[in-house]
Structures are given as structure tokens and as C-alpha cells.
């Protein structure tokens, strides 16, 4: 598609429960970013795919997160026993990954999934 | 301490005014982004900047990045309604194309 598609636009969950987020990037695309916006606009980096592969997961708070990116499917980002902490807004974003270099490749957000834990 | 600075916080501009927004970084910034996120919305792409001294325009909206490539001004000419919003200044600092984002300006547009 021409934009960044996510789903769902709201999810909650009681803490402890599991929740999956879903992505599908623009076509044609080859990376896909996921980020965590908290309060007060603060974004954080959490991973990034170049197609199917990890390419960076930095941010990644591995004991209870996991996101994969598997051909033909839509990407998705996975929180087990979600936590209070874990409400956020989560942004998926893809790039077409063009060979000019760090900085030259321009990401382009979806409309975000707002996560809710009570 | 946050990587990008973003000044300011909050702006209220009457309509028809220009207005600049900041965007401030200690390290080299290997690309600068600006994007506008509508409240409860996502992120919507404007412009990129990569080359020191690099400055775009689109419509009304014009920025630029300067010679060291650390500092980036978004300027807004005759303000309207429509720029309503928040704007964040995002960049690539370490070359990962991961990116880190300023805490946003918040801009109020009064009729």
C-alpha cells in the first residue's frame, strides 16, 4: 500500500496479559522501525528489520518483547505480561533503504497503536 | 539529557504570523527530519535535510540545516489554522538509521 498501515488502533489489556501489535509497511519498502512513544513525546527507538532480518534491536527490552518480520505477512511487535509501563503509543515506520548512506533514507510513520494497561 | 533540543516547547502565534522552531543536537547529524504529529495521530513527513547548509521549502513551510550540521530551524510563514499541531525535529545521530526525536513544539494557531 501507499501508506503505513497499523492494527489495531487501541488495545487493552490487564496487566500480565499478552498483547500483539501489526504492521505492514509501505510496498516496496525494506526497513521497518518500531518506536515507543510515552509522555510528553518522548520516542524510543525499540527495534528495526531490513526485511525479514533484525538489522538493530537496541531498545529492545528483550525479557518480554519480541517482533518479527516474515515474508508475506504483516510485521508485528509482541509484549508478553504487559506491564503498567508498557501503555504507550507504538509507532511502526518503514523506508524504502536507498544506497546513499546513513541519513538519506527518509522513514515514513503509520497512525500508531495506542496500548492501554490496566 | 535529551540528544536533540527542541525550542520551543509550546508557541501561540496569531494567525498570519511567521513563526521558527529549533532544533539543537551536540553530535553531527547525519539526517534531519522534520515531521508533524496532529494530537493522537501519526507522524506525517515534511522535510529532510542532509547536506550542511542544505535549506527546502514547501508551501509555506521552510528549513534549514546549518554548516556543522547540528542545528535546524523550521520556519512557518503567514501562519494558518492548518499548521496547527506538533512538530518534532528527528535525526540519524549514529549513522544506524535509527532516530531520535526533540520533545516536540506544540503550536497553537489563534484566529
Known amino acids: 500500500g501507499e501508506e503505513v498501515a497499523q492494527t489495531p488502533k487501541h488495545l487493552v489489556r490487564g496487566e500480565g496479559q499478552k498483547a500483539k501489535l501489526y504492521c505492514a509497511p509501505i510496498k516496496g519498502h525494506s526497513y521497518v522501525f518500531w518506536y515507543q512513544q510515552v509522555l510528553k513525546n518522548e520516542f524510543k527507538f525499540l527495534i528495526s528489520f531490513q526485511n525479514e532480518n533484525v538489522f538493530d534491536e537496541t531498545g529492545m527490552p528483550k525479557e518480554r518483547f519480541s517482533a518479527k518480520c516474515l515474508p508475506n505477512s504483516p510485521c508485528s511487535l509482541e509484549i508478553q505480561a504487559t506491564k503498567l509501563e508498557d501503555s504507550a503509543v507504538y509507532f511502526c515506520?518503514?523506508?524504502?533503504?536507498?544506497?546513499?548512506?546513513?541519513?538519506?533514507?527518509?522513514?515514513?510513520f503509520g497512525p500508531g497503536t495506542r496500548l492501554t494497561v490496566l | 539529557s535529551q540528544e536533540l533540543e527542541q525550542s520551543p516547547q509550546s508557541l501561540i502565534v496569531q494567525e498570519g504570523k511567521n513563526l521558527t522552531i529549533n532544533c539543537t543536537s551536540s553530535?553531527?547529524?547525519?539526517?534531519l527530519y522534520w515531521y508533524k504529529q496532529k494530537y493522537g495521530e501519526g507522524l506525517i513527513f515534511l522535510m529532510m535535510l542532509q547536506k550542511g547548509g542544505e535549506e527546502k521549502s514547501h508551501e509555506k513551510i521552510t528549513a534549514k540545516l546549518d554548516e556543522k550540521k547540528q542545528q535546524s530551524s523550521l520556519h512557518i510563514t503567514a501562519s494558518q489554522p492548518s499548521h496547527a499541531g506538533i512538530y518534532l525535529c528527528g535525526a540519524d545521530i549514529g549513522g544506524a538509521q535509527k532516530l531520535v526525536f526533540g520533545q516536540g513544539t506544540r503550536l497553537t494557531i489563534n484566529p
Open positions: 553530535k553531527t547529524l547525519y539526517g
Open positions: 515506520a518503514s523506508s524504502p533503504g536507498l544506497a546513499g548512506g546513513p541519513g538519506t533514507d527518509t522513514q515514513y
